[in-house]
């Protein structure tokens, strides 16, 4: 169940993030920065960061191009950690 819930944030954090590149394309209205910090915490780290690169989409925010990749590896972690429990 805990990993099909991690599944399903990282394809809501990969859609979101192509969601917004799209609107930021056609100059609508855009999804907050803190929506998307909010899908990467709560276990779509893995999607932001890899649709953050597929789209090219935030990519020259700091806080994004190093902060999406260390939440990643830290979710990769502790999804590991607790699958060897």
């Known amino acids: 169940m805990i990993l099909g819930a991690y599944i399903v944030m990282n394809l809501i954090g990969l859609i979101v993030m192509k969601l917004d590149k799209e609107r930021a394309k056609k ?45 990643a590896a830290a979710e990769v972690i502790l999804l590991s950690y607790f699958f060897t429990l």
Request: hydrophobic share 45%; net charge positive; charged share 15%.
């Open 27 to 71: 100059h609508q209205y855009r999804i907050s920065e803190n929506t998307l910090w909010l899908v990467a915490i709560f276990g779509g780290a893995v999607g932001t960061t890899a649709g953050m690169q597929l789209f090219r989409h935030k990519t020259k925010h700091v806080n994004f191009k190093i902060g999406f990749p260390i939440l």
